[in-house]
């Protein structure tokens, strides 16, 4: 008659099994909630001081290119204020300066047509290799002008306003009033506009949770390798397939990663590059294992071909 377990053995097993099941719970929210949260573009700093007849330029974030090192920018003149008597067309020839980009750095908005958004792209400083940490800043400074009648360029006073959402991100716009420019019709501050985008907290631990994954395979392997090696567990040719298996998938889930870091970042000499050498570890213990108590064969040249009967 069998012996009943221990109760505390039981109660330990118990204990570690909801454990482990609250702790899988918890990480699933964790990234649910993490990714319901992100992406959306957060404002700080001084943007310019309302006023009546002020022009508003919205300006809206719609891609990083980590890999190029560039922040496309949506810029929307939602409001031109006093050059405009319905809001969106201008009376008179508006343009807009805008520094540090890659392409022209001047928007045009002719008078009597209506004032289209228009897409810039933002140089930015950052290094992909870091992921998911890497980190992408760009300072720009936005200045809408008007030209006078000696053809000098004339700042107008506008205001700045930052809005907006990149799934898989998290960019921060901030305002700070760089330079103070006396005009005609008075001083006008001139808005320099600071882009930092980082790697959103749900693509931060969907990485974090698939590279764990990635460490478990060659621990698997290496624990069954080990133990057949030891003569706990008889010889299975078929963990040949299964070890080839989990090799062969280890750059498919690498690939899979979010924002696609390039080869050579530093989560490959970390990590992907130490769970091949455990998988072909594993691998190489296995078939030491099967060459030493596997099952012989049986040589061709070690049967002896039976004789033909003779013929008178």
């Given at each position: 008659?069998?012996?009943?377990?221990?109760?505390?053995?039981?109660?330990?097993?118990?204990?570690?099994?909801?454990?482990?099941?609250?702790a899988?719970?918890?990480?699933?929210?964790?990234?649910?909630?993490?990714y319901?949260?992100?992406?959306?573009?957060?404002t700080?700093?001084?943007?310019?001081?309302?006023?009546?007849?002020?022009?508003?330029?919205?300006?809206?974030?719609?891609?990083?290119?980590?890999?190029?090192?560039?922040?496309?920018?949506?810029?929307?003149?939602?409001?031109?204020?006093?050059?405009?008597?319905?809001?969106i067309?201008?009376d008179?020839?508006?343009?807009?300066?805008?520094?540090?980009?890659?392409?022209?750095?001047t928007?045009?908005?002719?008078?009597?047509?209506?004032?289209?958004?228009?897409?810039?792209?933002?140089?930015?400083?950052?290094?992909?290799?870091?992921?998911?940490?890497?980190?992408?800043?760009?300072?720009?400074?936005?200045v809408?002008?008007?030209?006078?009648?000696?053809g000098?360029?004339?700042?107008i006073?506008?205001?700045?306003?930052?809005?907006?959402?990149?799934?898989?991100w998290?960019?921060?716009?901030?305002?700070?009033v760089?330079?103070?420019?006396?005009?005609?019709?008075?001083?006008?501050?001139?808005?320099?506009?600071?882009?930092?985008?980082t790697?959103?907290?749900?693509?931060?631990?969907?990485?974090?949770?698939?590279l764990?994954?990635?460490?478990?395979?060659?621990?698997?392997?290496?624990?069954?390798?080990?133990?057949?090696?030891?003569?706990?567990?008889?010889?299975?040719?078929?963990?040949?397939?299964?070890?080839g298996?989990?090799?062969?998938?280890t750059?498919?889930?690498?690939?899979?990663?979010?924002?696609?870091?390039?080869?050579?970042s530093?989560?490959?000499?970390?990590i992907?590059?130490?769970?091949i050498?455990?998988?072909?570890?594993?691998?190489v213990?296995?078939?030491v294992?099967?060459l030493?108590?596997?099952?012989?064969?049986?040589?061709?040249?070690?049967?002896?071909?039976?004789?033909?009967?003779?013929?008178?």
């Open positions: 008659m069998s012996e009943r377990p221990d109760p505390r053995v039981r109660r330990r097993r118990v204990v570690a099994l909801f454990g482990s099941i609250i899988v719970v918890l990480v699933y929210l964790t990234v649910v909630i993490a319901g949260l992100s992406g959306d573009v957060d700080a700093g001084s943007t310019g001081d309302a006023g009546p007849g002020d022009v508003i330029l919205e300006l809206t974030p719609t891609d990083v290119d980590a890999a190029g090192n560039r922040l496309s920018v949506r810029i929307e003149p939602t409001d031109l204020g006093s050059y405009s008597s319905d809001r067309t201008p008179e020839t508006l343009h807009l300066f805008v520094t540090n980009t890659d392409g022209p750095r928007i045009e908005w002719a008078a009597d047509e209506v004032a289209a958004p228009a897409t810039t792209v933002l140089v930015t400083d950052g290094y992909v290799e870091q992921w998911p940490f890497d980190r992408y800043t760009t300072e720009s400074v936005i809408p002008v008007r030209v006078d009648a000696d000098e360029a004339v700042p006073s506008y205001q700045l306003s930052a809005d907006g959402r990149v799934p898989g998290a960019i921060t716009a901030r305002g700070d760089v330079n103070t420019v006396d005009t005609a019709d008075g001083p006008v501050d001139l808005i320099g506009v600071t882009f930092t985008a790697r959103a907290p749900s693509t931060i631990a969907f990485g974090i949770v698939l764990t994954l990635m460490v478990v395979m060659p621990v698997l392997v290496l624990t069954a390798a080990f133990t057949v090696l030891r003569g706990k567990r008889k010889i299975e040719v078929t963990m040949l397939g299964w070890i298996a989990m090799l062969f998938a750059i498919p889930l690498r690939n899979f990663l979010p924002g696609s870091p390039p080869i050579g530093w989560v490959d000499y970390l992907v590059l130490w769970v050498a455990g998988l072909v570890a594993g691998l213990v296995f078939v294992a099967w030493r108590d596997g099952p012989a064969g049986v040589a061709a040249a070690d049967v002896e071909p039976s004789e033909s009967p003779s013929t008178d």
